[in-house]
């Protein structure tokens, strides 16, 4: 099964990819993580995607295509794929269709979380993740079970988004307005979305996902 899960910053796309990986064994597929990664490593498409990420910009559809499609090569057939944040633009969606295509993959799910945008600096400014495992939290809506203890891997460090700052949402959400909203018809037309309540807790978004994808095995 393959699914893209859209939405604007903060709409809790990464936190419902990372349980759907952990408890259906689905391959998260974030570019915004791929592209931190590159920064991290300094490697050219790093390197590019750096000062855009900051300023709260798109990276250029090339690079984010080209990083998915890599991933997918190294995945096997019968793992299913969840994209997180990808694809983000009309011509990333016309990429889409040709790499799945070209990885024997058929698109089943778009799933929209809507939600309040007013809300979303909230969340985002609260946000950190594990510095270890990159597991995500939240100051108040999902803490570790221990305080200053990762859940997962045990880890005491954990940081902090630069782009996560209130300045650069308002550009990344009028990016998500502009480009990113637009491609909706395009899935609409192919009756593959449906729209959630992303304002819903955690437990009941991830109930909302589990009602919509095929049962288990
Ligand atoms: P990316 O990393 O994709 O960031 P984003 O789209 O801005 O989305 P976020 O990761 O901020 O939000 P999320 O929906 O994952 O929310 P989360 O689950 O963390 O992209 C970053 C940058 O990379 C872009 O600006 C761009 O420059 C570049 N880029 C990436 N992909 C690209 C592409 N395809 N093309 C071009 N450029 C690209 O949740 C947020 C917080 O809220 C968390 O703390 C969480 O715990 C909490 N939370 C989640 N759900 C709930 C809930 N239901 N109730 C309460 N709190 C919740
Ligand atoms: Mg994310
Ligand atoms: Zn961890």
Redesign the pocket.
């Known amino acids: 099964m393959n699914i893209i899960l859209l939405g604007p910053p903060g709409a809790g796309k990464g936190t419902q990819a990372g349980r759907l990986q952990a408890e259906r064994g689905m391959v998260q597929l974030s570019t915004g993580d791929m592209l931190r990664a590159a920064v991290k490593s300094g490697s050219p498409a790093g390197l590019k995607a750096k000062a855009v990420m900051e300023a709260g910009e798109l990276v250029s559809d090339d690079i984010v295509s080209a990083l998915i499609d890599e991933k997918l090569g190294t995945m096997a057939a019968d793992q299913g794929a969840i994209f997180d944040g990808y694809p983000r633009t009309a011509p990333q969606a016309a990429s889409l269709d040709q790499i799945l295509t070209a990885h024997g993959r058929t698109l089943d799910h778009v799933i929209e979380l809507e939600v309040d945008e007013d809300a979303l600096v909230e969340r985002i400014v609260g946000r950190y993740s ?1 510095a ?2 990159g ?1 995500n939290y939240h100051d108040v809506f999902n803490r570790p079970k221990a305080d200053g203890v ?1 859940d ?2 045990g ?1 005491t460090e954990f940081k902090r988004r630069a782009d996560d700052n209130a300045e650069t949402v308002r550009t990344r959400m009028a990016e998500y307005r502009a480009k990113t909203a637009p491609i909706l018809p395009i899935y609409d037309a192919r009756k593959l979305v449906h729209r959630i309540d992303g304002m819903a807790d955690i437990e009941h978004v991830s109930d909302a996902i589990e009602a919509i994808l095929e049962p288990r095995a």
């Open positions: 594990c270890s495992c597991t990762c997962v891997c880890s």
